[in-house]
């Protein structure tokens, strides 16, 4: 008796009893019914909808913009690019979709979205941590087999991969969810569609699947990177010291400690990434489990505060990145000033003309006007400016070329008067510095 009860298949709630349309959902009493707690939990799935789609497209626009090229190697930023997306369609297509469920307690967009978004839920999730993976190992090769990864690895070989991994995904949560009974609405956690398992031990096997093995190889692969990368520092430091008199050694030894000290701190962003995703996934996996092990229902606002936790890990994801990259917030401030804004930094030669403080000058007229501008152009000139022109007028340069024409031998000629010949100020000391002028 007891193995027919472990072999019997639990069967999804209807999806039109859950349905908007239902003669339940349509009475004055239940629209009525929105009490504080619906009117929080739909405000948080607004706000956190809201957060995931402006920071994952900021993170695709930076990493891919030419001001950021030079910090960021090929590999890694399809890598980040495809997790971007990623989180970015979770943020369009799963969790704005709960907003009116919240409010209304029930599926206002009928059964073929709900397959989709069931479809979608568990792909777009399986996915994030498939390309966690990736950054890891990634990273791990970088770290550990530096020439071996310069030389084998290609741009066509990370999408190559990136694409399999989707299809792999969608291929196995297709099988799963397009069949009817596949899918249904969660009032409680979700509130929205999710993949239905018609037994306890598959949605126990898929809780595993997604979190045991991408926590393992994240630890693993972070952990040993960080650790050799740190004796190989200690023993570039040792040799360099131990060999002062080889400077052509020394050198090269330098720049491969900064290569992998750059490598080192790229790390350390996608590690911080990665241990988001362990900190926010931990409570759903523990949550699941239980629940299946036991036949039980977890409570409503527990679950509901579980499951969006985990979700708003495509939130963190950017917001790390960008809090633990100086160059990408350098960016996207350069970026968001010139392209939003459309404020570009400001040049000497842009400041607003003002009129000379000294009244005797204002007193008297121009001999001639300025061939490049009027009378302002000359007086709004500060004294910093004037300074640097007679600096350069009367330079080491300039007098070391005088040396050489009149010779050691022949003084060099006593200056002349200061006149004016042109009535030119600013083409006569261009005379000089040339030494077309004649002394």
Known sequence: MKMEQKSTWLTPPPLHNS?????????ASHVNTI???????ALFILLLSAGILGANLLLVLVINSRRYSKYIHSQPRYLLTSLASNDLAIGLFVT???????LYHCWPYGEIFCQIQSLLRGALSQQ??????????????CMLHPVRY???SSKKGCVAAISLTWVTSVTLFAVMVLPRGGYYFNPTG????DPFFSRPSLRILSSCLFYFPTTMILMYCYG???????LRLKRVVCSAIATPDDVSAANMEKLVAQERRLSTNASRTMAAMSLGFIVMVTPWTIQEVVAACTGTKVPQFMDFLITWLALSNSFWNPFLYWLLNNHFRRVTKELLLSKVLCRRQETPNAKAHCCVANSSDATQPAANPLPSGSKSDLEGLSEKYWGEILERTVSSNSLQRLQRIYGHNHPLPPLPPPTRPNGNVLSDLRLFETGQMEI
């Open 35 to 41: 009490t504080v707690w619906d009117m929080t939990q």
């Open 150 to 152: 310069h030389k084998r």
């Open 128 to 141: 994030s941590a498939v390309i966690l993976i990736c950054m890891a190992v990634d990273r791990y090769m």
């Open 190 to 193: 979700l509130l929205a569609c």
């Open 224 to 230: 040993s990177a960080f650790h050799v990368n740190k």
């Open 96 to 102: 704005p979709f709960g907003f009116l469920p919240a």
């Open 19 to 27: 349905s908007c349309s239902h003669p339940r959902y349509l009475s």
